[in-house]
């Protein structure tokens, strides 16, 4: 009887903990009272592309893109870049702003979370902005190109890497949350899990030294619009995201 006591007492106590885990980090797409009251607003409410629409077209992707279990995750296609249902952005634009977003990648995936995406450019391929990247950089090949590791997760990719040594990653299988501030000023930072990785200043001389030595080089004031839209990027790999989130910075 004891024993089955102490049984039931270890029981009642993990569930508890469960709860409470819970209660602190707020279920997914949700807000909680004080994120409403603080002007966050969702932009994806968990169950339908309301707020989203593909990159250079007039409605959300036929196929690609699966929304189910509070997810909304792009399929994969064998690594393919915007091969199979392309990227997606919100139908709003936005200039400064904290944003907030989980991913769950699978293994060797690669994704990306681009911001400023204006579509004037009209390109094929993946819609230009800057980026926050999304992948596996044990598995995936894109890790190791670029310079000096600016293709690594959570990187502002092809630019500036993020600081490996502050960064506490969830392997694939598993949520990791990233974020996105923008701050009127055009300060930038990026984080990981909670940490900053990196930051910078957007239109600043250091900046477009940078962007002159990258792939963005060809496009006319890359990363320098006064707003755009939010992607998330179809690059051939399934990941998953959840819990966008957004709030605009005045």
Known sequence: MKNAIIILLAV?????????????????????????????????????????????????????????????????????????GGDIVTV?????????????????????????????????????GLEYQVLDDTLHPDAKLGRDGDRTLASLYDLIKANKEKRFIHQPGNWNTGRVVVYPNNHVEHY??????????????SFRDLVAISKYKVWPNFGEAKQGHILLQDHGNEVSFRSIKIKVLK
Do not use: H
């Not at 469960?18 to 409410?45: C, R």
């Not at 940490?195 to 239109?203: F, N, P, Q, S």
């Open 92 to 128: 709003e634009e936005f200039s400064a702003f904290d944003l907030s977003f989980d991913f769950k990648l699978t293994p060797g995936a690669n994704s990306g979370v681009k911001y400023f995406v204006t579509l004037a450019e009209a390109n094929k391929g993946s819609a230009i």
């Open 192 to 205: 990981l899990n909670g940490i900053k990785v990196l930051e910078y200043e957007r239109g600043s001389q």
């Open 12 to 84: 009642l106590n993990s569930v508890f903990c469960i709860a409470q885990a819970d209660a602190v980090a707020g279920k997914p797409n949700t807000l909680t009272q004080a994120e409403e009251k603080a002007g966050w607003k969702l932009l994806f409410d968990g169950v339908s592309s309301k707020g989203w629409t593909g990159a250079y077209k007039t409605s959300f992707p036929e196929k690609g893109w699966v929304i189910k279990d509070g997810t909304i995750s792009v399929m994969p296609s064998g690594g393919a870049e915007s091969n199979n």
